[in-house]
């Protein structure tokens, strides 16, 4: 079988059989563009063409456990594989566009303490057509334009770096789902290694999970950090930032009570944005059950975005979304919380 999403497979599967090119842009809208799933629900396509394209091309199509809304629209779908192993994925929508928020493994190896994806561990990479599946079967649920991509779902992605480039590929060719680069943001805890393979290649948002400002703190919250300290995460960020002058950073920082959410905190936190011509993302903490952590007040994160806003810096406080679902950040799971 071949694969829908594998563009040069499909067009020399055309040549081959003598089918005209036309017929792949066809399948290719209805997927892509309408989330359609079998053959049969393209009527444009002949019912011999389809029963013949049924046979030969493949549509991953994992299958839908479980659908929940939130009362803010938020959308949470559980999916799951042909292994039977679930991932979830996340439908954000706003005024002006909807975004998609896409897992890019069943579980995670990195285990940051404030993250339930982390605490409940790792199974496998996502291969490239589940990563591309879910935007598919999001949009034949909820029927929606997707316009943007986050890759903050479950897992790290910089850890299944070719089938995550290959994923955006697809959904940057404009013969398939036609995303514009700089509405794809790609969210990394910071594999600096990876990182520095790919940082010319990476031409999407980056994201980074921070955190804290100094390796002190990053380091009891971040294991991750003691394999890839800030000095080593900055130098790699400038390098992005030489490629990229166009793309800013981002830096993600989630609000834990008495952890990280001091006003000296705040302070070297914008001398750091400042450095790298970098925002930051001010996330306040979704708990679960078993977190150790308790999110810092209001008060307090909006006093912090203040600080970085007073120094110049821009320092938007994410919006919760989905709470009542368990679909906000790192709040995703493969097990069965519904
Ligand atoms: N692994 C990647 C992408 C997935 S996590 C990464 O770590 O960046 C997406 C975002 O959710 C990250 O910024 C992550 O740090 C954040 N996050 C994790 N647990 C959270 C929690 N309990 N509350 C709020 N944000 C959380
Ligand atoms: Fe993995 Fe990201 Fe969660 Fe850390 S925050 S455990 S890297 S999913």
């Known amino acids: 079988m071949i694969s829908v999403f594998d563009k040069s497979a499909l067009q020399q599967y055309m040549l081959d059989n003598k089918i005209p090119l036309f017929r792949a842009k066809q399948i290719w809208n209805w997927v892509c563009k309408y989330g359609k799933t079998s053959f049969s629900e393209m009527p444009n396509i002949g019912l011999k063409l389809q029963d013949i394209f049924q046979k030969n091309i493949e549509i991953c199509t994992p299958s839908v456990v479980n659908i929940l809304k939130s009362i803010d629209g938020t959308t949470k779908v559980l999916l799951q594989l042909e292994d039977k192993n679930t991932i979830e994925t996340v439908l954000i929508p706003s005024k002006t566009h909807n975004t998609i928020c896409i897992s890019s493994q069943v579980g995670c190896t990195v285990g940051c303490k404030f993250c339930n994806t982390g605490f409940n561990g790792f199974v496998r990479n996502l291969t490239t057509n589940e990563i591309v599946a879910q935007y598919v079967a999001m949009k034949k649920i909820t029927n929606s334009a997707i316009s943007n991509i986050v890759f903050m779902g479950m897992g790290e992605p910089l850890f299944n770096i070719d089938n995550v480039l290959q994923a955006i590929n697809i959904f940057t060719d404009e013969d398939l789902f036609g995303i514009s680069r700089r509405k794809i943001t790609l969210s990394t805890s910071g594999i600096v290694p990876v990182l520095e393979k790919i940082v010319d290649k990476l031409n999407v948002k980056l994201a980074i999970s921070l955190h804290a400002p100094n390796d002190q703190i990053r380091e009891k919250i971040m294991p991750i950090n003691k394999l890839y300290n800030l000095e080593k995460l900055f130098d790699v960020c400038q390098k992005y930032n030489k490629y990229h002058s166009f793309l800013r950073i981002t830096f993600e ?16 936190l914008a001398k750091i944005c400042k450095k790298l011509n970098a925002k930051a993302n001010i996330i306040r903490f979704n708990t679960w059950q078993g977190a150790c952590f308790t999110e810092s007040p209001i008060s307090r994160v909006k006093h912090f975005a203040t600080i970085l806003k007073q120094n110049g810096i821009d320092a938007p406080i994410r919006s919760k979304h989905g709470i009542d679902i368990m679909a906000a950040c790192g709040q995703l799971s493969s097990s069965n919380n519904y």
Request: aromatic fraction near 6%; hydrophobic fraction near 40%.
């Open 253 to 268: 920082y989630i609000m834990l009570n008495n952890v990280n959410d001091t006003d000296e905190c705040a302070i070297e």
